[in-house]
Every structure is written in structure tokens, then in C-alpha cells.
């Protein structure tokens, strides 16, 4: 045998054995590398620090947990724990063990259409959250996981570069679902997944959490698994009020259930992340007017300005969105005494008003302002206690139109020229569905001259007291109880004749309270008819013998009412035989 060719095989042999570890030390090197890259990674997401190991394991044999609140996707909240979402596929991930949990277990019907709704939008159908699911053994075959330690709530936010979206849709849901669960406070971290950059308002987003929130782009910068160790996904409804027209013409949600306590009560929370004091007893009353500076402007926004610091002897300031700092017009609306502005979403900031102020919508030519009333049902709120005053330009003369801009800036030429024409002509933007509806876009991004003596009148007819009074008290809502000891006691006289006495004592809460008006609501029904007799008492007692009949039962409720539209509880039903 060649000797040279023995020893370049065994060259080759030494040089495939030096490789092969070389390979393996990489190996090892790349696998600590990974391992202390995510272990960085996730420090990064928090100062909590977390047992990678334990984690892991814990994953691996208790799967993921979760349990619901709510019946449908549309008022549904969960909670997770050990959620997991894939970077690479963009999709949630449940991982099923013999330990997993998932309450509601609703099989199929989880995509019809969703588990929850991300956003606090009702039924959007980009909104939607759900989850793929996968044994816990798959993790062996997947990328090393980034454990996020921070309790997260994970939400989309609706539209974050216009105002009335970021308070209504992101910010007051947040707040208050942050309120619902324990857990979620301040140390806790916000993730958006709709896959918006920051917005405009971003700084806005971080008064909810000492943390920094999360986009669904930066996401992939972390790892290519997140796992979530206990996650909150989707918002609370309960402080929404409107509705913006997807399914039907926008309006007021039907069921309203937030008070104009609960909003003043985030209004508050605000002014202090702001560094703002509301100070209620200030000694000047001045008047805000919001100023538009692309679109929808007042023509004659200078002669406005001076007929109303005329009109109601105060100082007149002007306030907009592109020239002054959130913070510095929170400060001036906050102690204002009226706020006027044209219909828009810098209108949301009327929820910083002091209670008793004014607020003055102004509408362009051909918009009806009943139609579209966001700002209006939110003055209107129980306890919200704000004066509402809307005007509508009625002048065709005194409106400015653009139908030569874009189609999303009002403009109508890529229409033919009889829709242009039926536009032009038309008094009145018919109801309409969101959001892209030519005729509404045209009108509504025109400028407005206004006509000041017919906008004066306009506050005139709804503000009956000195404006900027501070002295009127602007008291909360607050309900009866149930009246108590309710008694009857009937009288017959012969065959036809009958009385029914009736009394009671004060509700409970009633000996607490400073009320001026109290009055007692009575419903008298006999026994088996469908129909009863109503009666709105001054007194705790009366006799009753009007359709009062003799030899018969009669069921009797009553209840008491403040203040005329305050409506206390029934009383459980009296039993009167006559």
C-alpha cells in the first residue's frame, strides 16, 4: 500500500473528527447564545425576573388555561395563562395538556364569528381575536419560547390617530378593564395588535401603565414565540355610548351604561397623569373656541370670537389640535365655561369641562346634527351634567365646498355628473351607513361662515342662567329605596260600594338625602286583568274609591320618585281584598 495515501486517509479522518467538534462546540455555542439571547429578551420586556426552566415546564405539562367572562364574543373577556402567539404566523397559540383549561369550551362554535372581540368596536370583523391550537409536545419541534412575566392585556386599538376613537374606543375601556381585574394595574403591560404604528396620541396610551406598550411590530424583535404567563385579551364595553353606523346609521348605543360619573372619574385620572389641578373655584370664566386649520373651518372665526366675549362680557380663547400641546388645551377646557367647536373629534375633549359648563356644536350646510351625536349623547349622560347647544348652518350661501380634492377629503369628481349634480342640490345628507359615503364626506369637510346672531340665540334658548356661574350645585343622581311598611285596608258600603286605604312609610335612604321633590308612584290591579290604575301621590297615605269595587282583590305596588324622573324600586305587592 502507497504510503502517501495512507497518511492523507488518515489526515482525512483527523481533519472529519476536528470538524465534527468544531461543529458541535458551535452547536452548544449557538444553543447558550439563543438561550441568553432570550433570557435578555425577556428582561427586556420587565425587571421581573423569571425561572426560565420552571416556565418552560410548567408549559410543557400544564398547557394553556382559560376562562371567560361573558356569553357572547361581543361582551367577552379572558384570561390566560401561558398564551402564546407565533411571530412568525401571526397567530395565537393554545397548547392543550392533560392540565389545560378553556372555559368557555365552545368547539365550532369559536369561529362563528370569534371568541371575543379585540377592540371595544361591537362586532367589527377586523376586530376578531381567536387561537390555533397544538399539543404541548409540539413545543419540542417549535422555537424556544419567550416567556413575557408581565401581566399583559392584550387588545386592538380602533383608529389611534383621531381623538374621539382614542378616548372612546381605547382609552376609557382600557381604564375601566384595568378597574374589572385585580391583576391588571399599573405594573402590568399594554400589547396592540391591530398592527397600527404609534399614532398620533401614543403618549396618551402610556398614562395606563408604567410600562411601555408594545406594538404587534415590534413583536417580532423579542423571538419568534412569545408565551404570555398570564394574559387579559379584549376590552370591556361597558363605557361606550355610541355606535358609528356598520350595520345601521350611526347613533347612541341602544343600552347606555356608563354615567357621566364614571367618565368624570377617568377625566380625573387624566388631569393627573397630565400634571393639570381643575381648579372649579377660579374667579375667571373665559370662553374656548376650537379652531380647525385644514379642513371645516370658520370662515369669520374672528368676528365669532369677538361677538362672543361681547355677548357674555368673558375673555374668548382659541385652541387647536395643531398648534397647542394636549396638555395645555386640557388646561384651558378644564376650567372653562363654554366650549364651542365644529362638529369634530376634537369635541371628545368636552368630557374635561367642569360640571355646568356649555358646550356648543356648530354643523355645516346640509348636516343634520340629530343624525350624528356622539358628542351630544356624551354631554347628555346622567351626572355628566353639561349644557348642550347645537348649531346647523342653514345658509347655502355662507358654506365653502372643495369637489375638486380627493374623494376622502370631500371631494366628488370621480362621480358622474349626475351624482355630482343630485350632491349639490341636496338639502339634506340622507341617514348613511360608515364610512365612505360620498355625499357626507362632501358636506362635512366644507367651511362654514356662521351666522352668529342665529348661534347666539341658539345658546340663548338653552342657557338660562348666568354663564360661568360656579354657585349653582350640580348634585349626582341618587335613587330611592323601597318604601317600607306598606299597609291596606278596605271599607264596603252595601252592595256597590267600596275604599281601599292605602299607606306606607319613607324609603330608608330618604332621611339621608336633601331632596327637594318627592313624590310616591301607586299602580292599583285587580286580581286577573291585564290592565292597572295608575297614581302619582304627594302623601304616604290616600283612600282610593274610584273603580273600586266591592268583594274583590286588588294587588297594589308602589314606589317612590326624586326629583321627577329619579324611579325608586317597586315594593313587594299588597294583597287587598276589599
Known amino acids: ?41 425577556t428582561q427586556e420586556l420587565s425587571q421581573v425576573r423569571i425561572d426560565y426552566q420552571a416556565a418552560l415546564q410548567a408549559l410543557v405539562e400544564d398547557g394553556t388555561r382559560m376562562l371567560c367572562t361573558g356569553r357572547m364574543h361581543t361582551d367577552r373577556v379572558c384570561r390566560f395563562e401561558s398564551l402564546c402567539y407565533s411571530t412568525e ?16 369550551s365552545l368547539g365550532s362554535r369559536r369561529f362563528q364569528p370569534a371568541l371575543l372581540d379585540l377592540s371595544s368596536v361591537d362586532d367589527h370583523n377586523t376586530q376578531y381575536f381567536n387561537f390555533v391550537e397544538l399539543p404541548a409536545a409540539a413545543l419540542k419541534f417549535m422555537p424556544k419560547p419567550v416567556f413575557v412575566p408581565d401581566v399583559a392585556l392584550i387588545m386592538n386599538r380602533f383608529n389611534p390617530d383621531n381623538l374621539m376613537h382614542v378616548f372612546h374606543d381605547d382609552l376609557l375601556p382600557i381604564f375601566y378593564t384595568m378597574q374589572q381585574f385585580p391583576d391588571l394595574d399599573l405594573e402590568s403591560r399594554l400589547f396592540f395588535m391591530e398592527g397600527w404604528n404609534e399614532g398620533s396620541h401614543f403618549e396618551l ?16 424583535t423579542l423571538g419568534r414565540l412569545l408565551c404570555f404567563t ?23 348605543k341602544a343600552n347606555i351604561l356608563v354615567s357621566g360619573n364614571e367618565v368624570r372619574h377617568f377625566a380625573k385620572f387624566m388631569l393627573g397623569k397630565l400634571n393639570i389641578s381643575s381648579d372649579e373655584s377660579t374667579s375667571e370664566n373665559y370662553i374656548v373656541l376650537f379652531s380647525r386649520t385644514v379642513n371645516r373651518l370658520i370662515i369669520n372665526e374672528a368676528e365669532l370670537l369677538l361677538a362672543l366675549a361681547q355677548e357674555f362680557q368673558m375673555k374668548t380663547i382659541t385652541v387647536s389640535l395643531e398648534d397647542h400641546s394636549f396638555a395645555d388645551i386640557v388646561r384651558l377646557i378644564s376650567n372653562a365655561s363654554m366650549l364651542v367647536s365644529m362638529h369634530g373629534a376634537q369635541l371628545i375633549t368636552s368630557l374635561f369641562l367642569p360640571r355646568g359648563a356649555v358646550v356648543v356644536e356648530l354643523f355645516p350646510y346640509a348636516i343634520n346634527p340629530e343624525h350624528y351625536t356622539p358628542y351630544k349623547t356624551l354631554a347628555m349622560l ?29 371631494g366628488i369628481m370621480h362621480l358622474d355628473a349626475t351624482e355630482q349634480e343630485r350632491i349639490i342640490k341636496n338639502k339634506e345628507v340622507p341617514r348613511h351607513l360608515c364610512c365612505r359615503n360620498p355625499e357626507w364626506l362632501f358636506r362635512i369637510y366644507q367651511d362654514t361662515k356662521v351666522d352668529i346672531s342665529s348661534l347666539i340665540q341658539s345658546i340663548r334658548q338653552v342657557v338660562k342662567t348666568k354663564l360661568g356661574s360656579r354657585k349653582q350645585k350640580w348634585t349626582n343622581g341618587l335613587y330611592p329605596g323601597k318604601v317600607r311598611e306598606s299597609r291596606c285596608q278596605a271599607s264596603v258600603q252595601g252592595t256597590s260600594e267600596a275604599k281601599l286605604s292605602v299607606s306606607w312609610q319613607i324609603p330608608w335612604n330618604l332621611k339621608y338625602l336633601k331632596v327637594r321633590d318627592v313624590k310616591y308612584e301607586v299602580w292599583i290591579q285587580e286580581q286577573g286583568e291585564n290592565s292597572y290604575m295608575p297614581y302619582i301621590l304627594s302623601h304616604q297615605n290616600y283612600t282610593f274609591s274610584e273603580n273600586i269595587k266591592p268583594f274583590t282583590t286588588y294587588l297594589v305596588w308602589i314606589r317612590c320618585i326624586f326629583n321627577k324622573n329619579l324611579l325608586g324600586p317597586f315594593a313587594d305587592v299588597l294583597m287587598c281584598s276589599t
Request: aromatic share 14%.
Open 1 to 41: 500500500m502507497n504510503i502517501s495515501a495512507v497518511f492523507n486517509a488518515l489526515l482525512v479522518s483527523i481533519l472529519a473528527a476536528v470538524l465534527w467538534k468544531h461543529v458541535k462546540l458551535l452547536e452548544q455555542f449557538y444553543a447558550i447564545e439563543e438561550e441568553l439571547d432570550l433570557t435578555s429578551q
Open 89 to 104: 404566523a401571526e397567530e395565537f397559540v393554545f397548547f392543550h395538556s392533560n392540565s389545560s383549561v378553556m372555559l368557555p
Open 205 to 220: 396610551y402610556k398614562f395606563l401603565s408604567n410600562k411601555q406598550p408594545l406594538l404587534k411590530g415590534q413583536l417580532k
Open 230 to 252: 398570564k394574559s387579559y385579551v379584549g376590552l370591556s364595553k361597558i363605557t361606550t355610548w355610541y355606535q358609528y353606523g356598520f350595520v345601521q346609521p350611526q347613533g347612541p
Open 382 to 410: 346622567p351626572s355628566m351634567d353639561l349644557q348642550y347647544v347645537t348649531w346647523r348652518n342653514t345658509e347655502e350661501g355662507n358654506t365653502v365646498t372643495y369637489p375638486d380634492r380627493p374623494w376622502e377629503q370631500g
